[in-house]
């Protein structure tokens, strides 16, 4: 429609250039014809009126207007006069000279009117552009390649608070918005160049000085040569989203706290056992220390070896309270390189006592192959625990076969370590294994319903995977995975305690 619309206004406009042509050429050919005005003169005249009547438009109708100027010209005005004919030399040269002239000089000026209504339609377009950004919520601004701002949306000045009249022209985004950059800014430039986007998260500084956090993408726009012009920045906020998820964390790590100290409630009597036997073999060798003192002739070998079990005794308690004590204090997550195979001993200390009072048989396969991985060792021996626990609770009431737990590590491939825990319960129902991560789901009649939700995040934060399965015969087996350090591989181990 608007296609039609423009090729009727466009013929009309060259009917008017030719009515007006006509009429022109008609005055100025009568006007010199009575003041009988020289060749020269009349030419340029004529000159002038088609060159104004090509900017009317038609490139066509101006060329017709020429020529009819030139049949005027030899006619009207070249010697002899009411002829066609051209006597004289030098009035055929003026007279060729002026229709080169008219339609070069109309070429020109039709050339240089496409242009500027090109730039007009272009212009056009950039401010209905314009005003589409205006409707986003979204900051988007443009920078040129010295990062000096040259265009400022009505959403980038409702998040920063400053107008585009303030900045546009006037600073570098960086300067004005103090961005925080994830990496080093030349890094991410150069990203820019080679890929011509780049996308991640910065925090800059609002006129109010309150931070934002916003989710920035970058676009870098190039010449017909390629090289580079200028940088399209949007900008979305998520102050508020990156809060929600800092308040979350918090609440996780809190839930897991809470969770830690209830699971070492179940565990008191075997704690009490893990303390008081080093506690009650101090007491032991301190009194043959002392038999041995009271001698006649005081036994001093016999007494330092005394004193040495003392010494080792009380290590012993040490090292069972102070990893009473890790697991009950809440400190932040500390990632250090762990071996795998040695954090499931370390767990298996204070989880023995409570497995023989169940009847519980453990085994052992720990993988010969590196099993050092990356992470926090209270919360990987929380997991274990969690899922050790379980495994026992699960065979409380089976009486028909014993009740054995299998734990085993293994290195799948050069990144990736398994660790398996393996029960002979009664296995999983098929319809709660769906939900069984899920938090406050419990089938336990005083269970709180959050210990595998906890182990589940504690595995995903790690960059590993927990799922659970049942076994092709009795129980189930809860396995999770993590991502391998791959350094030098521990001594082979394989260890079978039973009640």
């Known amino acids: 429609m608007q296609t039609r619309s423009h090729w009727k206004s466009k013929r009309w406009r060259s009917v008017a250039q030719c009515f007006i042509g006509s ?16 060749l020269p003169t009349t030419a340029f005249a004529y000159l002038i009126v088609i060159v104004l009547l090509s900017l009317m438009g038609s490139f066509f109708v101006s060329a017709v207007l020429s020529i009819i100027a030139v049949g005027v010209l030899n006619y009207f005005f070249a010697s002899p006069i009411f002829s066609f004919q051209v006597e004289e030399p030098q009035d055929a040269v003026l007279v060729i000279a002026f229709l080169l002239t008219s339609l070069i000089v109309t070429a020109l000026v039709g050339k240089a009117r496409s242009q500027r209504e090109a730039a007009l339609h272009a212009e056009a377009v950039l401010r209905e552009q314009a005003s589409l950004l205006n409707l986003t919520h979204d900051s988007i601004f443009v920078r040129d390649m010295h990062n000096i701002i040259t265009y400022w949306n009505r959403g980038a000045e409702e998040l920063y608070g400053w107008t585009a009249k303030e900045v546009v022209g006037r600073f570098t985004t960086h300067e004005l918005l103090q961005t925080v950059f994830p990496a080093p800014v030349e890094e991410i430039e150069a ?274 995977r927990l799922w659970a399965s049942n076994n092709d015969g009795p129980g189930a087996t809860f396995q999770f995975t993590l991502p391998s350090d791959g350094r030098e591989p521990p001594a082979p181990n394989q260890v079978t305690f039973s009640s």
Do not use: Y
């Not at 009429?23 to 020289?38: G, N």
């Not at 054995?404 to 296995?427: F, K, M, N, R, Y």
């Open 191 to 464: 990203d820019l160049l080679r890929a011509g986007h780049w996308e991640g998260e910065l925090v800059h500084i609002k006129a109010n000085k309150t931070k934002v956090v916003v989710a920035s993408r970058w676009s870098l726009l190039r010449d017909e040569q390629q090289h580079p012009l200028r940088v399209l920045e949007i900008n979305g906020d998520i102050t508020s989203r990156k809060q929600a998820e800092e308040a979350l964390q918090q609440a996780e790590a809190e839930l897991v706290h809470v969770t830690r100290v209830t699971t070492l409630g179940e565990l008191t009597a075997s704690i009490a056992h893990e303390v008081k036997q080093p506690l009650a073999a101090v007491v032991v060798n301190a009194d043959s220390c002392l038999n041995w003192l009271n001698h006649k002739i005081p036994q001093l070998g016999e007494a330092r070896g005394a004193v040495e079990r003392i010494i080792k005794d009380a290590h012993r308690a040490t090292e069972v309270i102070n990893r009473i004590r890790t697991l009950t204090t809440h400190v932040e997550p500390e990632r250090t390189t762990l071996d795998i195979n040695e954090t499931i001993r370390e767990t298996l200390l204070m989880l023995q006592r409570e497995l023989l009072q169940q009847a519980v048989s453990l085994r052992l396969e720990l993988a010969p192959t590196p099993t050092k991985v990356i992470g926090d060792r209270v919360q990987l021996q929380q997991v274990i625990l969690n899922l050790l626990i379980n495994g026992a609770e699960a065979m409380g009431k089976v009486s028909d076969r014993s009740h054995e737990l299998l734990i085993s590590s293994h290195q799948l491939d050069t990144d990736q370590v398994l660790v398996a825990i393996q029960d002979s319960g009664s296995g999983i129902d098929p319809e709660n294994i769906d939900r069984l991560f899920t938090a406050f789901f419990t089938t336990k009649p005083r269970g709180m319903g959050m210990g595998l939700s906890i182990c589940r995040s504690i595995i995903d934060a790690h960059g590993g």
């Open 23 to 38: 009429i022109a050429l008609a005055l100025v050919t009568l006007v010199c014809f009575r003041l009988e005005v020289d």
